[in-house]
């Protein structure tokens, strides 16, 4: 295809500008209702699942709690997140650079690589043939098909990322973008690099599952299963966040026009981050047979808290970007006027400021405290771990990722919102619950209630253990919660849904589009090929 | 502006973000050296690992129990609840005499130990199934055992009482009667 073909393909934005290469928006489009569509099947999981743990109501028998702990922690971990950011880079490469998104027939394959792996993930977790929980620990066995849904839907990721950076290379050798990248791009650059040794883990670990679950290989080593899947499982949330650090400075500059003061801290922040984050992945592994304590200390500290010092930047120079930006409008009383006027009625906004506290400092803190060497013997494997995960995960990263959406929405997939005054408070019911249910969770834990487990009043055990009563508040405290945030769900997934089908389309001018910059040499020779 | 492309985005630091910067670095390296200091005031987990496999150890775990259950006054052996089939109680042998063996098998936690306060105890642990998770309760102290893993702690009881080992690691399940949410064993310290 010649860039004259691709010219006419492209569409600008009447809010910002942006050039939209149409049939990326497709694939936009695509993978962001995938998204949402799996957000909605591990969201009811949730709230069933806390329903259960809630002592008062114990809802689930046991076997579907279990079943749907598996799929709970699937859909949301892997399949929500995952085909958002899918998403993401396709916006982030080809919409933020305006330039064409080479290989659309290769995204759409890499995307039935996905959907195809997700469904047969699914299907074989409800049939009940993968009791495995999530981490599916050897000698635990699930169906092959299980591995292999996994593993295809593994595949489909890794080539988008490789597809993401020949997007760039092309941008850059077609003439489309010139000079350093956007601080944005860059950021999902970062989540790309990660995402690829990731998943290379990803592979280290399910591959060989795949193939014992066949019976070609006779024995999986247990302790290298959980060093190679934590590799994967735990770096996956370390893409999670530099996926969401990046739309956190798309998030302030689009609700308050803050640009950031010193883009030379942001990048190292970034650099940071992949020079370090790796290195953390041991920390699930802590008290663990087989490992050293020096290995443990030097593994679980991120490189010396190199990761740990990205994320304190992060946390520096956003609200500085936006004190910055309020202040230059005018909000200039006392030291506070910036905040108290900041646009708290947009969800953007309020998404930005509540995922930043609840992942930054509540899940941050509790995430160093579990990741020390000698205090991780106090709280492995009970309810205080997903405490933690759940406020960075669903109150940090989901939290951004909607807030995201509401913009997503008019400016890319070209809809009117309906129902937008109820998502301007959607961000703080959904906040709100989640901060009650990972409190719960997290004292439950202290006190020692263990995590994925059907029953702590210990009724059908031979030996009846006799918990701190305050536990059982505490994981009132939870099913509370959790209702509190399926509420905030169910109103953005409502929002999200009826406005992708059903709002009102806002119109755009076709427009053609082709690379401002001079073409590089070398590609100069291949034009009217590529 | 975040979305486009810089001009020039390689500036000196000014002074607020130096001194932000040192903060976060001099506190990183104390978060770090925090861990390193374990090893002197022995607050480390165990690494004394070696190699089994689940026959093995539960061989060596059933002679284990035949030597040192505890047998009452006509010589019968002890159970946790005095039932034939209930967990054996067994008196573990403190550090100087012999080691101690904890199997791990779904759904059950053997033998129940009966240790005496302020001995010391070499416990020998791992699987003989599935991976499981040791729980002490209510001291909320937890640790892997995993198969092909003979995981060896030291532990000193320093106070007297019943001790509760909840798994923590799901380890599948079967009927409404029995699974991982039914796995508790039992430590009982005496003085």
Sequence with gaps: MSIADVTNQFRTCPTTGLHVHLPAQRLIWINAVSAVVFLLVGGVMAILIALTRWPAVHLLPQDLFYRFITAHGINMLVFWIVFFEMAGIIFAAQTILGSRYPGIKFGWFNYILMISGAIMVEVVVFMGKADVMFTAYPPLKANPVFYLGIILFAVGALFNCFQFIYALIIAKREGWHKGSLPLFTYGILTAVIIAIFTLVSGAAAFIPAFLWSIGVIPHIDPEYYRIAFWGFGHSAQQINLAAMVAIWYMLANLTTGAQPVNQRMCRWAFVLYLLGINLGSIHHNLVDPGLSATYRIFNTSYLFYAATIGSMIHAFSIPAAVETAQRAKGFTRGLFQWLTNAPWGQPGFSGLVLSMVIFGFFGGVTGIILSVEQLNMLSHNNLRVPGHFHMTVVGGTSLAFMALTYYVIPLVLQRKLIGAKWAKYQPYIFAIGVMMFSTGMHFAGVMGAPRRHWDVTFQNAVIQVPFDPAMYTFLGLVGVGAVVAFTGLLIFIGIAVLSVFFGEKIPSKMEPHSPPHEVLPAAAIAKGTV | ?191
């Excluded at chain 2, 810089?6 to 978060?31: A, D, V």
């Excluded at chain 2, 791990?104 to 009966?114: D, E, K, M």
Aim: net charge neutral.
């Design chain 2, 1 to 191: 502006m975040p979305l486009s492309t810089p001009k020039n985005w390689w500036q000196p630091f000014n002074k607020e973000e130096r001194i932000w910067l040192y903060i976060s670095i001099l506190w990183g390296i104390i978060m770090f050296v925090m861990m390193p200091l374990g090893h002197f005031w022995n607050q480390n987990v165990s690494s004394e690992t070696y190699k089994t496999n689940p026959e093995e150890f539960g061989q060596i775990a059933q002679k284990f129990i035949d030597r040192y259950q505890r047998k009452d006054a006509k010589g019968v052996p002890v159970t946790h609840n005095g039932k034939p089939q209930g967990i054996p109680l067994v008196d573990a042998p403190s550090k100087e005499t012999g080691d101690v063996f904890l199997v791990a098998q779904a759904w059950q936690f053997r033998p129940v130990l009966v240790m005496k306060k302020n001995k010391t105890y070499r416990i020998h642990m791992s699987s003989l199934d599935y991976q499981h998770g040791f729980s002490l309760q209510p001291q909320n102290l937890n640790l892997q055992i995993l198969p092909y893993y003979d995981f060896v702690i030291t532990m000193s009881p320093n106070e007297t009482g019943k001790f509760f080992l909840i798994c923590n690691e799901y380890c599948m399940f079967a009927g409404e009667k029995f699974g991982h949410d039914s796995m508790v064993g039992q430590v009982i310290v005496e003085d």
